[in-house]
């Protein structure tokens, strides 16, 4: 990923487990309901069938032992951010990423974990209830407490297991 000069991540390129915070461990004992409940959200027609495309993108690179890769930087879509770098990646057309409402997601993963981070697309800032009810939209079946979450301001970064995915996702 290219960044513009002097510009900086909003999270390190290495993740660093001892700063993640439990997904189920950030809105009462069952977050995915809580966040709904505080926040929900209500996908068109064409966000769901959206999310198919992506996750059966997801899901085929997984089985299949394809890294889930961020699309290739385009300075003429993109915009550097002048606050932090993930809130202007994956904005390029790609088979990983998607919106719901105000909320962009991107997916991009390494050998065996998946990194899912949301961002409200216009790059104001985004409450961690917020995430998380995308997350609900996203990863029907899922437990929550196999849902990592690294809080940011204006991005939520959730972590989890890809064979989580291919046992448990609902698509």
Same mark, same amino acid.
């Given at each position: =990923?290219?960044?513009?000069?002097?510009?900086?991540?909003?999270?390190?390129?290495?993740?660093?487990?001892? #700063?993640?915070?439990?997904? #189920?461990?950030?809105?009462?004992?069952?977050?995915?309901?809580?966040?709904?409940?505080?926040? =929900?959200?209500?996908?068109?027609?064409?966000?769901?069938?959206?999310?198919?495309?992506?996750?059966?993108?997801?899901?085929?690179?997984?089985?299949?032992?394809?890294?889930?890769?961020?699309?290739?930087?385009?300075?003429?879509? #993109?915009? /550097?951010? &002048?606050?932090? *770098? =993930?809130? #202007?990646?994956?904005?390029?057309?790609? *088979?990983?990423?998607?919106?719901?409402?105000?909320?962009?997601?991107?997916?991009?993963?390494? &050998? &065996?974990?998946?990194?899912?981070?949301?961002?409200?697309?216009?790059?104001?800032?985004?409450?961690?209830?917020?995430?998380?009810?995308?997350? *609900?939209?996203?990863?029907?079946?899922?437990?929550? /407490?196999?849902?990592?979450?690294?809080?940011?301001?204006?991005?939520?970064?959730?972590?989890?297991?890809?064979?989580?995915?291919?046992?448990?996702?609902?698509?």
């Amino acid at each position: =990923m290219n960044v513009g000069r002097g510009a900086v991540s909003e999270w390190s390129k290495e993740h660093d487990w001892k #700063s993640c915070i439990w997904f #189920s461990h950030i809105v009462g004992s069952n977050p995915t309901r809580s966040a709904i409940s505080l926040f =929900m959200l209500e996908p068109t027609k064409a966000e769901s069938e959206r999310r198919k495309e992506v996750l059966g993108a997801v899901l085929d690179h997984v089985r299949s032992g394809t890294v889930v890769r961020l699309p290739d930087y385009d300075p003429k879509i #993109s915009e /550097a951010s &002048d606050r932090f *770098a =993930m809130q #202007s990646v994956g904005i390029e057309p790609n *088979a990983f990423g998607g919106t719901v409402g105000e909320f962009r997601y991107q997916f991009e993963g390494e &050998d &065996d974990l998946l990194h899912l981070f949301i961002t409200r697309s216009s790059g104001a800032e985004i409450t961690v209830v917020e995430g998380q009810a995308v997350v *609900a939209f996203l990863l029907v079946g899922v437990p929550t /407490a196999l849902i990592w979450l690294k809080p940011g301001k204006y991005t939520q970064h959730f972590y989890l297991g890809h064979d989580e995915l291919i046992d448990k996702l609902v698509v």
